[in-house]
């Protein structure tokens, strides 16, 4: 009904009365008091722990009325029967309840009930556990013990035991006429006031207020339920007490993986294994400067390279924002960081495609004479689609499990921003299409014959990896800890794919050269270059065979198998003949 006249923006009401646990929920009906009272008048309520209730999100929401407090009242007729005491302690009300109870059924009364600790199935029964807690703390000045102390689990031990063993001036007025119990704490210390009551006896009272505030996107009810069924879950079941504090604990925490192994291994096994990529990609900075090296990296000056392994380290950035909490912050960049790090790997590859585009090739001409255009606008898309990337609406949800272990991912909020995430990951596999497509027409270019190979491996496997990430996206994934490793396996992926073919295959062609001690293992090496070309130029005559069969019509498709197969017949001469004599003396292949 509250909720009804507030959402209706009634202005039937001034004032709303309602239960504190509705704060967080009522909270943006509602007007920040702060602005509209005296400090003095909040400072009376200051001191009160109810005042913890009364604000969320630094806005004073409401003011406590009056305080209900859970009292524990003894039947003094059995008590003076017995000559007994009224308990002040726990284990003095297990002792004298049990006596009696006893001693009651010996005259054959079996309704007697030695403790009603108000655990049922309410609300009730929530505010029965957080005070039981509350009243087994070490001292009266000490706060209300976190969920797994040794003083939490001792007291829910304690309760199952006794379970099983015996199973302002309007206010000021109230107060006096002891209608009410007030929420403020200096009243008890008011002459007169205390000239009405017994204030010792009020002040005695030690109050303990339900944590609202720490329910996260829990509503109250929703929270309270699973809070009591994990605590009867101990009382009533099998579970211990440190099992039930746990589960409810798991209510509200949110899980995410750290370098800590308190809650599981997978953090710090994967960080040693970025650490360890990380230490290879810094090593490999020196690399080209190595003499036994330097012959297969002068395709490119040493500068390029570092921009190239920069990329490199940009994408091992992305698995290390994947510790740690998953931020607003860090889902705005992760895609950004993504298609930066490819950015970078590829950026140098694209240029080297360039430089060798057979000039045979209608259009080669301006290609050749407007190569930086080109390059510039290769790069323009690029950084289009990194900043477009920003502005997907992209936030961090967190991913509530039944039972299990919550934690937060990136989630995209609408249509509009799913279709605008694939846009991106098209344009982004488009790209490296083109790139392919350039590749086919160089294929067979001698001066590059190993290097397109490799670029062409990697190519197909960023290609396949933006379409499953692209499809995991939207697929829910109710395990952090598989949510963890799905992630960092794709873009360890990008890494050493990237790596091993674009930059780690040079270093293995080094160190097998070096390995080849005479001419005769040298003769091999060439021997092996002018086999495959064979093969090629057997499988481009089978594909030629096949284009007259079944794309005659086709004139693009002839058009460029043409000069796929072109190069292959002049690739085939150069190896044979001019192996010595090739233009680019830089290039891996004249180093057979």
């Not at 604000?55 to 003894?74: C, E, F, G």
């Not at 190239?308 to 931020?327: A, H, N, Q, R």
């Amino acid at each position: 009904m509250i909720e009804d006249i507030l959402h209706r923006k009634s202005p039937k009401y001034d004032i709303i009365i309602y239960d504190n646990i509705y704060t967080k929920k009522f909270e943006s009906y509602f007007l920040d008091l702060s602005e509209h009272l005296p400090q003095e008048h909040l400072d009376l309520y200051s001191k009160s722990v109810l005042s913890q209730s009364c604000i969320h999100n630094n806005k004073w929401i409401s003011l406590p009325i009056s305080s209900v407090y859970t009292i524990l009242y003894s039947n003094m007729k059995y008590l003076n029967k017995y000559n007994k005491d009224v308990p002040k302690t726990w284990d003095e009300l297990i002792e004298t309840s049990k006596y009696i109870v006893n001693e009651e059924k010996k005259i054959n009364n079996t309704n007697l009930l030695g403790y009603n600790g108000g655990l049922n199935d309410i609300e009730l029964g929530t505010c029965s556990i957080y005070e039981f807690i509350h009243s087994c703390r070490e001292s009266y000045e000490s706060p209300f013990p976190n969920l797994l102390d040794n003083t939490t689990i001792n007291a829910l031990n304690l309760l199952k035991r006794i379970k099983n063993e015996a199973s302002s001036e309007i206010n000021k007025k109230f107060v006096m006429e002891e209608v009410i119990f007030s929420s403020i704490p200096s009243l008890y210390y008011d002459e007169e006031v205390c000239s009405v009551i017994d204030c010792d006896y009020y002040r005695s009272f030690q109050p303990v207020e339900r944590p609202i505030w720490k329910t996260g996107i829990f509503e109250w009810d929703n929270y309270s339920l699973k809070f009591r069924n994990h605590i009867y879950e101990f009382l009533y079941g099998n579970k211990t007490a440190a099992e039930a504090l746990q589960n409810v604990i798991d209510i509200l925490k949110i899980y995410n993986i750290s370098i800590h192994t308190h809650d599981n291994y997978v953090g710090i096994i994967i960080f040693i294994l970025l650490s360890i990529i990380l230490i290879l990609i810094i090593f490999s900075m020196f690399i080209p400067l190595f003499k036994v090296f330097e012959f297969y990296f002068k395709i490119f000056s040493y500068d390029f390279w570092i921009i190239y392994l920069s990329g490199s380290i940009v994408l091992l950035y992305l698995c290390f924002m994947e510790y740690g909490e998953i931020s607003q912050f860090k889902c705005k960049l992760k895609t950004a960081i993504l298609f930066f790090g490819n950015y970078l790997n590829q950026f140098l590859f694209f240029y080297e495609l360039l430089i060798y585009f057979p000039l045979e090739f209608k259009g080669s001409k301006f290609i050749n004479d407007h190569r930086l255009l080109i390059i510039f606008i290769y790069s323009l898309i690029n950084i289009i689609l990194i900043i477009l990337s920003l502005f997907v609406p992209i936030y961090s949800k967190e991913i509530i499990i039944d039972n299990g272990k919550n934690f937060k991912s990136c989630r995209i909020k609408d249509l509009s921003g799913n279709i605008l995430n694939s846009f991106l990951y098209f344009m982004n596999n488009i790209n490296m299409l083109l790139m392919l497509y350039i590749i086919f027409m160089e294929w067979n270019i001698q001066e590059t014959f190993i290097e397109i190979k490799l670029l062409s491996s990697s190519v197909y496997m960023n290609v396949l990896l933006y379409i499953l990430l692209l499809i995991f996206s939207f697929i829910d994934i109710n395990n952090y800890i598989f949510h963890f490793i799905i992630y960092e396996i794709f873009y360890i992926l990008f890494i050493i794919s990237n790596y091993v073919c674009l930059f780690g295959s040079r270093i293995i062609l080094a160190i097998n050269k070096k390995n080849k001690n005479n001419e005769k293992e040298k003769n091999e090496d060439r021997f092996f270059i002018a086999e495959n070309n064979n093969k090629l130029n057997h499988l481009s005559s089978l594909s030629n065979t096949n284009s007259v069969i079944q794309c005659t019509n086709n004139t693009i498709y002839r058009y460029i198998l043409k000069y796929h197969e072109k190069q292959i017949e002049s690739g085939i001469s150069n190896s044979i003949t001019e192996t010595t004599t090739t233009k680019n003396t830089n290039s891996i292949i004249s180093s057979f």
